[in-house]
């Protein structure tokens, strides 16, 4: 079946072959629109819920906004008393930065060291998998409670317990020294899904490899190490 | 024919006359016959205290046939800052947090009540001072007070007894004397029961509530802050933190710790763990409801050695009731507002079910609240002309919070140099006004 114009006359070659790219652009249109079709509650949901909030965070934060009032631009003097006059301000970055630099490696540190245990198990793989991972289907509301109570310096199991061995026990939440450090055990009770994270990739190395890194004389560490 | 002539003419003056009344109230037909206007009111209160509201509401909405009040309890201060943003306030609104009256007034978001008042002649003189003060920003009056909350001192008789104290302290030195006489420590060293807890934070310990008993002052004439420069806040932190010393910080922490939740009926007060209290007034209801068996009085705090003349005062914030910016029936809010703050029944009947203290000068006194000695105190307190407030500035609770923040510091120990810490203290209270009102702002 041959190309041709209204009037039966055949096309030309060139215009035969900018139709068919007129055409073919037209297809891969249309696949982009179905894409973005099948796209849009994503790009509604992220423009709705995170790019415009953070666009317009970024935009009111050079600005004097009250909440009733229009917003009034005041250039760089809401950074300015951030930083050179909010006494608490420097305190938070402080706690922040302590723990990242504490609690982060601690959690990734302790979630691989019960991956490989649970790789090493011989018996009980499965009930030491679900006991580890419980804590972290755990709300983290309910959590922070049941540990304010368990740390309760007075009522708490935990200090009633030292308190039978002669030991007074530490103030866990109360004190500053101790607040971040009982955080810290929070944070390392509830690592149930980087474990299993580990676990898998762990679980994901041959075994055969582990025996010849074991005969080309690797350590433990080194056997073991991500 | 005469006489039926004079007939008609009597009939058709009649008529005549029926319709011209029928003509001069023309409101009175139509308005028989319109829907009552729906003011919708936003208030804090909830569960049993909101069915009390309800019922005084009620009526004023059976006095007030034209209009009908839908009122919606647990609202906070977030809800009503949100819904004027949004436009869609309600008519009316109250807020728990008379701090935060310089937010709402200093940006219009509630409207200025001065002409409505003036147009009723109601003059803000029939308020104390003290609720004068909180619900006005910089000379606008946005707000009404709806009921106040007032400080005082409850003490435990039963453990008075046993310490052999016959009446309640009336300084501060009294009062450190009778708390160390109080006190009694387990074998360890720990506290059994704290005379007094002078820790700040604890239940309704902010240095607002102390600072009165010394008669401080916040600002100067220009609205800096003056807290180094009045000796009156020195006096009271140095005052505080030895009393902390003596019972020793950990110590204190730790049998907070040990306590009942301050709104339960393990109150510590309540259970006898603290022999004295500062707290306020709505505390009666709660022990007449938790612990009616309870031997306490109540008093107004101890004051400075050096200032007698202040006992009897204390310290004054409350409910502020106002009307949001963009309403459609300002009259009718406004009338609202006028009987809820400025009708002694209703402000009599409120304090009676709330046990709030009513917050006119006539409805503090009216023979329609309900007699109670414990009670009593708190309108005393409430009346009296040396009772005070906290500053109302742009930052609202902002400003009051970075101050206890900083008391909470202090009694810690980590602040080293008590003066020079006010000094900075200042400069950031100065600095949190200036942003919260934005630069070029005076």
Known sequence: MSQSSVAGEPLPAAALTVDRRRARRKAAWRRRGLVLLFMSPWLVGFTVFFLYPLVMSAYLSFNHYDLLAPPRWVGWANYHYLFWQDPQVWTAIKNTIWLIVVMVPLQIAFAFGLAVMLTRARMGVGAFRTVFYLPALAPPVAATLAFVYILNPVTGPVNVLLGHLGIQGPLWFQDPHWSKPSLVGLGLWGVGTIMIIFLAAVLDVPRQLYESAELDGANAFQRSAP | ?442
Request: charged share 15%; proline share 6%.
């Open chain 2, 1 to 442: 024919m005469r006489r039926v002539g004079t007939a008609f003419a009597v009939l058709a003056a009649l008529a005549l006359l029926a319709a011209g009344a029928a003509m001069s109230s023309p409101r009175a037909t139509p308005e028989a016959k319109t829907a009552p206007t729906k003011l919708t009111l936003w208030v804090g209160w909830s569960a049993r205290e909101l069915s009390v509201f309800k019922q005084v509401v009620a009526e004023y909405d059976k006095k007030n046939p034209n209009v009908t009040v839908d009122v919606v309890g647990s609202i906070n201060d977030n809800k009503i800052v949100a819904a004027i943003r949004a436009g869609t306030a309600p008519d009316v609104v109250s807020s728990f947090n008379s701090y935060n009256v310089g937010v709402y007034c200093g940006t219009g978001g509630w409207i200025n009540l001065a002409p409505l008042m003036a147009k009723d002649h109601i003059s803000a003189s029939m308020f104390p001072a003290a609720t004068q003060y909180y619900t006005q920003y910089n000379g606008v009056r946005c707000a009404l007070p709806l009921l106040a909350d007032t400080y005082g001192l409850y003490y435990n008789k039963t453990l008075f007894k046993a310490a052999g104290i016959t009446s309640p302290p009336k300084t501060m030195s009294e009062l450190a004397a009778d708390a160390k006489k109080l006190t009694v420590r387990n074998s360890n060293g720990t506290i059994k029961v704290a005379g007094i807890d002078p820790v700040i934070g604890f239940y309704e310990n902010v240095p607002e509530r102390w600072i009165t008993s010394y008669g401080g002052k916040w600002q100067d004439a220009k609205g800096n802050s003056i807290l180094s420069k009045d000796p009156a806040w020195t006096k009271w932190l140095t005052w505080q933190k030895s009393l902390v010393d003596w019972f020793g910080y950990n110590n204190l922490v730790r049998f907070q710790a040990g306590l009942g939740d301050e709104f339960s009926s393990s109150n510590a007060f309540e259970a006898g763990k603290v022999a004295m209290n500062l707290d306020g007034e709505w505390r009666v209801a709660f022990i007449q409801a938790e612990h009616p068996n309870l031997n306490y009085a109540t008093a107004p705090m101890p004051v400075d050695d050096a200032h007698p003349e202040l006992y009897g005062s204390g310290y004054i914030n409350g409910t502020i009731i106002g009307i949001p910016k963009n309403g459609k029936h300002t009259a009718e809010a406004w009338d609202l507002v006028r009987y809820l703050t400025t009708n002694s029944h209703a402000l009599a009947e409120l304090s009676n079910g709330l046990r709030n203290v009513p917050t006119t000068k006539a409805s503090a006194v009216s023979p329609e609240i309900k007699p109670d000695a414990h009670f009593a105190t708190f309108i005393k307190i409430f009346t009296n002309p040396k009772s005070t407030t906290s500053p109302i500035t742009a930052a609202g609770v902002a400003y009051t919070n970075l101050v206890q923040h900083f008391a909470t510091q202090w009694q810690a120990g980590q602040v080293k140099n008590l003066h020079s810490g006010l000094v900075s203290l200042d400069k950031q209270l100065d600095a949190l006004v200036h942003q919260a009102k934005g630069p070029g702002v005076p």
